[in-house]
């Protein structure tokens, strides 16, 4: 028999599209603005096309937001990485991968760390035999201000009491009293909404979520500043769903809300996002628009992508330089959003050697920890992407840019050819004249190896022609042969004065 509708029923129905209709409406104009923002880039475009046929990349001299330096972060292993392999571990991330930030201890297994003992719950899926880093060796190889940690949340969220809720508050209270003058960022759980049961009763898991909020806030924030610490305090978001928020700040008091810092989230995107319930991913080029909408409704701007790359099985299950060309464009939109904060996942597997099929990371698990694509990409952003972002546009092309101006006025460029063969692709930069070349290089792979293990290295020669309206490189991507790759290759162009 079906219910019937009462003043009250209806009065909940309506709220609950209002706020859909009205997170809706902000997200179109996220949409609209950055569609806007692309159209103003076509205008100025035109006007540097100079006998130009063919396509082409323009990269517009107004400058963006600042790009963070943590925004190269990486996730800790600690199941898969022992308290003696540590150190090599995390000099390859540094060295090899370029990570300047270290999450602790990592994703799931976060909510089964003993703090005080450094062990995990022996019924934990990926309990190792041997355990992993302590918090003290992470800061130690990372250095302080260089590590975020994860706040065990899941035993207060399954008790569902206001005592739970304060003891486990308390416990975390503790940990940033000891560690809060060398570790700045603190996450209050890890994906409350990946725990069992939480697809039949979504709805319910997000309130408790959100009353265990409202009472880790409070109790964290007077530890952190009866201790004269200054901490950055994160409550986790479900990007997929961007009007949980309107739930959220109708529980949470208003005096706790304007005490949360920032809001993460698990940007796992690709070019074809996998429909799933709760849990639909936007696309790569909606990335900046939907943090721009969870922006706005949260009325908070600081956001850490604490758990990112460009998921398998949203890109039709491209690893190798494949997955490291979208992997640069999401680290683009991110840029593009103001992120402050972004750890990759996974940084390593067990038993993924190089090469390794269906599954992406930094870094392979063998001695030494040598770099994956994904991991060689890494290290040219934290190189090479610095300063502020700069607006690119491509036309007549599959070809992707990000763009950069660093902070001593150079212009650093990466390019990702995509699948077209011998492309010949200039570059303009407009308002810029007189550049020379800093550097230009290319990653590239065998046709066997598009999809898998790690790319190669080699120059790249690039022709620069100067015009009254800016500087236009000429090069050639995807050329093939014995010392480049004939598609998917990956440029980065740095040019100064």
């Known amino acids: 028999m079906a219910q019937k509708s009462t003043p009250l029923n209806r009065r909940v129905l309506n709220s609950k599209i209002a706020a859909l209709a009205g997170s809706m409406m902000v997200y179109r104009r996220a949409t609209r603005a950055m569609a806007n923002q692309q159209r103003n880039v076509a205008v100025t475009n035109r006007k540097v096309e100079i006998d130009q046929r063919g396509g082409h990349i323009a990269v517009l001299n107004e400058l963006g937001m600042a790009i963070h330096p943590h925004l190269f972060g990486a996730n800790n292993a600690w199941c898969f990485v022992t308290s003696e392999q540590f150190g090599a571990f995390c000099r390859s991330l540094r060295r090899h991968a370029g990570v300047t930030l270290l999450r602790y201890p990592g994703g799931f297994e976060s909510e089964s760390y003993n703090w005080g003992s450094n062990t995990l719950n022996p019924r934990y899926r990926h309990f190792p035999k041997h355990p992993g880093a302590t918090p003290q060796q992470a800061i130690a190889a990372m250095g302080a201000g260089n590590v975020s940690f994860v706040l065990r949340t899941v035993d207060a969220f399954r008790a569902n009491t206001p005592a739970a809720f304060n003891h486990w508050a308390n416990i975390a209270a503790d940990l940033v009293t000891q560690y809060g003058a060398e570790v700045h960022d603190w996450e209050i759980g890890n994906e409350w909404y990946h725990l069992g049961g939480v697809v039949k009763h979504y709805d319910a898991f997000l309130r408790r979520y959100a009353r265990l909020v409202a009472h880790f806030v409070p109790i964290v924030r007077r530890a952190a500043t009866l201790a004269g610490h200054r901490i950055h305090l994160y409550i986790s978001l479900n990007w997929a769903q961007p009007h949980d928020v309107t739930v959220m700040r109708k529980v949470i008091p208003p005096g706790v809300w304007s005490q949360i810092d920032g809001f993460n989230i698990h940007a796992y995107s690709g070019f074809a996002p996998k429909k799933r319930k709760y849990y639909t991913a936007p696309s790569i080029d909606e990335i900046a628009p939907r943090i721009a909408l969870l922006q706005h409704l949260t009325g908070i701007s600081r956001v850490y992508a604490s758990e ?176 480049r790759g004939s598609a998917w290759e990956i440029a980065h162009i740095e040019l100064g004065k």
């Open 308 to 483: 990112w790359m460009a998921a398998l099985n949203n890109n039709d299950h491209y690893g190798g330089i494949k997955n490291a060309a979208y992997m640069m464009q999401i680290m683009g939109q991110f840029a593009q959003a103001g992120v402050a904060s972004a750890a990759y996942w996974p940084s390593v597997m067990p038993g993924r050697h190089i090469p390794q099929p269906n599954r992406v990371t930094l870094l392979a698990d063998e001695p030494g920890y040598i770099p994956d694509a994904d991991g060689q990409m890494m290290r040219w952003l934290s190189d090479g992407f610095h300063g502020r972002v700069l607006q690119t546009v491509t036309h007549g092309s599959e070809a992707r840019a990000i763009a950069a101006r660093g902070r001593g006025g150079q212009t650093s460029i990466f390019i990702a050819a995509g699948p077209e063969h011998h492309l010949k692709l200039p570059v303009w930069i407009v308002g810029r004249n007189n550049v020379k070349i800093i550097k230009a290089r290319v990653l590239w792979a065998d046709d066997a190896h598009l999809d898998i293990g790690p790319a190669r290295v080699a120059a790249l020669p690039v022709e620069i022609s100067n015009h009254p309206s800016g500087s236009r490189c000429t090069m050639e991507l995807n050329i093939g042969g014995r010392q």
